[in-house]
């Protein structure tokens, strides 16, 4: 352990403000990152969580060291882990086109509840070690995630056409430059071939075909309505 924390252990005036000064920064660390990135859950919900909890372990602390009620300490900061799930719950949504967003953002809530809990309980050690770990996982290793993601062998497609056509017009297409089709799923609003249909596509592509190429030539077919990368 770092002995400058030693003296910042007990419940005193000064160890309660040290510890939600770092809570609000600590908190606000990660907040501001999900807000530059135009998150549902921005800075202050993630200061406000963050607080929350450190007041949590705090007032546990309080009642059985200063109050002498004898009681689980650890019983309120146990329901903190579990009633920040509804918000994180909330943050997570589906969109009509079948992708999930918001995983991120849940976890991170669920992160900085925890990184309160720690600081509030005065261990502040693991409290600033995590939140530079999530900082990390967030600025640097997305960055990795998505350099991955750019070189993947598998991509899924959504589209939205209009035509029986159109829809052989794509199959050609993947056909010819061998683009191995390995599911796909079509939803279609009426029998007209007039109407606009939707089709998802699990497509695997080749060393010559980009992920970008394949959505930038689809954007080119007579019919298209839409096309992107899920």
Not at 23 to 37: F, N, P, Q, S
Not at 143 to 151: A, M, P, Q, T
Not at 205 to 230: D, P, R, T
Request: with cysteine; hydrophobic share 45%.
């Amino acid at each position: 352990m770092i002995p400058i924390f030693d003296g910042l252990r007990d419940i005193s005036f000064l160890s309660v403000g040290v510890r939600l000064f770092l809570t609000v920064i600590c908190g606000g660390l990660v907040g501001i990152e999900r807000a530059y990135k135009r998150r549902p859950a921005g800075m202050r919900t993630h200061i406000l969580i963050c607080l929350g909890a450190a007041m949590t372990t705090l007032t546990s602390q309080y009642l059985y060291m200063v109050m002498h009620y004898y009681t689980d300490m650890a019983r309120l900061g146990a329901q903190v882990v579990a009633g920040v799930g509804f918000i994180g719950a909330g943050t997570i949504i589906v969109t009509r086109r079948q992708r999930v967003k918001g995983l991120t953002t849940a976890a991170g809530l669920w992160g900085v509840a925890i990184i309160g809990l720690t600081l509030g309980g005065g261990f502040y050690e693991g409290g600033l070690l995590a939140t530079g770990m999530i900082l990390v996982a967030e600025l640097v290793f997305a960055k990795w995630e998505y350099r991955l993601l750019d070189s993947a062998p598998e991509i899924n497609l959504y589209m939205e056409y209009r035509g029986r056509v159109c829809l052989e017009t794509v199959l050609k297409f993947y056909r010819e430059f061998n683009l191995k089709l390995l599911n796909m799923e079509i939803t279609r609003h009426a029998d007209s071939d007039s109407s606009t249909s939707c089709a998802i596509f699990t497509l695997r592509l080749n060393k010559k075909c980009s992920a970008e190429w394949v959505v930038a030539q689809l954007h080119g077919v007579k019919g298209i309505n839409i096309v992107e990368e899920m």
